[in-house]
Nanobody, 126 residues
Framework: QVRLVESGGGLVQVGDSLRISCLASGRTFSDYAMGWFRQAPGKGREFVAA?????????YYTDSVKGRFTIFRDNEKNTVYLQMNSLKPEDTAVYYC??????????????????WGQGTQVTVSS
């Protein structure tokens, strides 16, 4: 049974940094791509960032976070992180961690992600 648990969300000010984490269990973590999605109030889900299971592959970022957010993983800790810098009010959302359904799934395909966490709220106040 796959379980994903996010943590680290909170209320920050514009320009602040925040790191959110996702602890995975239930399968061999290093075998699967991991992604971060977000959903702002009244909006649809947005694919924010993703990282392949293979080391050395460039991560995926949506255009609005390029240069500000960094996704990375620690396979020893079964954890994926999203480091968020220079936060803006438009980054306010519930952030969800997701894991690909199969080792062969391409990490940059939004449809690859089958398992989801419960989400963590990030609020950026101006």
């Amino acid at each position: 049974q796959v379980r994903l648990v996010e943590s680290g969300g909170g209320l920050v000010q514009v320009g602040d940094s925040l790191r959110i984490s996702c602890l995975a269990s239930g399968r061999t973590f290093s075998d699967y791509a991991m992604g971060w999605f977000r959903q702002a109030p009244g909006k649809g889900r947005e694919f924010v960032a993703a990282i392949d299971r293979r080391a050395g592959v460039s991560p995926y970022y949506t255009d609005s976070v390029k240069g500000r957010f960094t996704i990375f993983r620690d396979n020893e800790k079964n954890t994926v992180y999203l480091q968020m810098n220079s936060l803006k009010p438009e980054d306010t959302a519930v952030y969800y961690c997701a894991q690909a359904g199969h080792p062969s799934n391409s990490y940059f395909w939004e449809s690859a992600y089958r398992y989801w966490g419960q989400g963590t709220q990030v609020t950026v106040s101006s």
